[in-house]
T-cell receptor
Framework: GAVVSQHPSRVICKSGTSVKIECRSL??????MFWYRQFPKQSLMLMAT?????????EQGVEKDKFLINHASLTLSTLTVTSAHPEDSSFYIC??????????FGPGTRLTVL | DAKTTQPPSMDCAEGRAANLPCNHS???????VYWYRQIHSQGPQYIIH???NNETNEMASLIITEDRKSSTLILPHATLRDTAVYYC??????????????FGQGTELSVKP
């Protein structure tokens, strides 16, 4: 149980385009989902927390207009990187938490912006 | 900022026990100690968590000192597949925003043949 998926697993896009990443909890209802970013050889950095049906809460220094988060249902959250630039290239990871309190991570999405 | 301190790297011989230390001297009374690991280019994997008692599951054991200011994760018989970065995190239990995980730099464990 407690499986979280992400789609796509990797994406390459041109500078200036927008990219959407999906995070799904497959076998439980996720009241809260978290989005992280990880640069090479660095730790995970929390970007934002989203609760189903409400606006996401962003960590300090994360631009909410650039990283749009939608948590429209208890099993799906999306992260859209708008007007992506090469510096946005990174490994994006989501996690989901349900009523049990445990937090389970997706496999990550590798974004490369050319 | 992360509330834990871990050595940046450790080596362990295959088949031997791996003991990974973590200092969390500012832990609050309602904060749990969580351990996750991340194998290269994958999402973190939950290992174990505890409040004040020692815990054991099929993956590992967690030993928390009586004053709760430090803990040790024990992998009893390390295998090559246990090579990963191990993160020790303190957080309030629960799935709401207050339970968010803040990752430090972790310990890079290398299990060698």
């Amino acid at each position: 149980g407690a499986v979280v998926s992400q789609h796509p697993s990797r994406v390459i896009c041109k500078s200036g385009t927008s990219v959407k990443i999906e995070c799904r909890s497959l076998d439980f209802q996720a009241t809260t989902m978290f989005w992280y970013r990880q640069f090479p050889k660095q730790s995970l950095m929390l970007m934002a927390t989203s609760n189903e049906g409400s606006k996401a809460t962003y960590e300090q220094g994360v631009e909410k207009d650039k990283f749009l988060i939608n948590h429209a249902s208890l099993t799906l959250s999306t992260l859209t990187v708008t007007s992506a630039h090469p510096e946005d290239s990174s490994f994006y990871i989501c996690s989901a938490s349900g009523t049990s309190g445990g937090q389970f991570f997706g496999p990550g999405t590798r974004l490369t912006v050319l | 900022d992360a509330k834990t301190t871990q050595p940046p790297s450790m080596d362990c011989a295959e088949g031997r026990a791996a003991n990974l230390p973590c200092n969390h001297s500012t832990i609050s009374g309602n904060e749990y100690v969580y351990w996750y690991r991340q194998i290269h280019s994958q999402g973190p994997q939950y290992i174990i968590h505890g409040l004040k008692n020692n815990e054991t599951n099929e993956m590992a054991s967690l030993i928390i000192t009586e004053d709760r200011k430090s803990s040790t994760l024990i992998l009893p018989h390390a295998t090559l597949r246990d090579t990963a970065v191990y993160y020790c995190i303190v957080r309030v239990a629960g799935g709401n925003q207050g339970g968010k995980l803040i990752f430090g730099q972790g310990t890079e464990l290398s299990v060698k043949p």
